[in-house]
T-cell receptor
């Protein structure tokens, strides 16, 4: 069974440009999460989807970030326009609908904004 | 509010020596506690978790952790380090219930010397 896959693994863009990160969760996992790790800081929650609905988006930094999960399958996270402080590793995770269910993480997408 | 403190951003041990990675948390409600590991060029992988029941939890690759409520700690141990244990280790906490938002520590990078 395929795990959580993320694309691209690394993206280098200039300030002001747009980047879209994609996450394909494990098939059948209704829950999808985005987390971010900025260098030197802890991993932080961005948002949580249950199927196509945003369950919790309290961690989204600002309105330059837009996450979607059309059809409840894969998800995209768009940053527009990107700023220097957006650099970091963006992790996606998915889980089944269980209270203590394990989160399965992708390898992360490293974003570098120059 | 919940928070996680991992003492020591870098820990170095000799192969065969005891591994002890420290994690303290703060939570106003009974927490669920997790240790994740990230090997080079891989995603985050669950090592072990505590939800309820036995406070000594065994995980993969010979790791274990003990939930000590009185000390608000969840330290990770392994009796004998192996070279393959070199990785970054993250402690995380979340509230019991359907809110799956994880609060993370800064991570501890473990080096294993031959």
């Amino acid at each position: 069974e395929a795990g959580v896959t993320q694309f691209p693994s690394h993206s280098v863009i200039e300030k002001g440009q747009t980047v879209t990160l994609r996450c394909d969760p494990i098939s059948g996992h209704d829950n999808l999460y985005w987390y971010r790790r900025v260098m030197g800081k802890e991993i932080k929650f961005l948002l949580h989807f249950v199927k196509e609905s945003k369950q919790d988006e309290s961690g989204m930094p600002n309105n330059r970030f837009l996450a979607e999960r059309t059809g409840g399958t894969y998800s995209t996270l768009k940053v527009q326009p990107a700023e220097l402080e957006d650099s970091g590793v963006y992790f996606c995770a998915s889980s089944q609908e269980q209270n203590t269910g394990e989160l399965f993480f992708g390898e992360g997408s490293r974003l570098t904004v120059l | 509010a919940q928070s996680v403190t991992q003492l020591g951003s870098h820990v170095s041990v000799s192969e065969g020596a005891l591994v002890l990675l420290r994690c303290n948390y703060s939570s106003s409600v009974p927490p669920y506690l997790f240790w994740y590991v990230q090997y080079p060029n891989q995603g985050l992988q669950l090592l072990l978790k505590y939800t309820t029941g036995a406070t000594l939890v065994k995980g993969i690759n010979g790791f274990e952790a003990e939930f000590k409520k009185s000390e608000t700690s969840f330290h990770l141990t392994k009796p004998s380090a192996h070279m393959s244990d070199a990785a970054e280790y993250f402690c995380a906490v979340r509230r019991a219930g359907n809110n799956r938002k994880l609060i993370w520590g800064l991570g501890t990078s473990l080096a294993v010397n031959p």
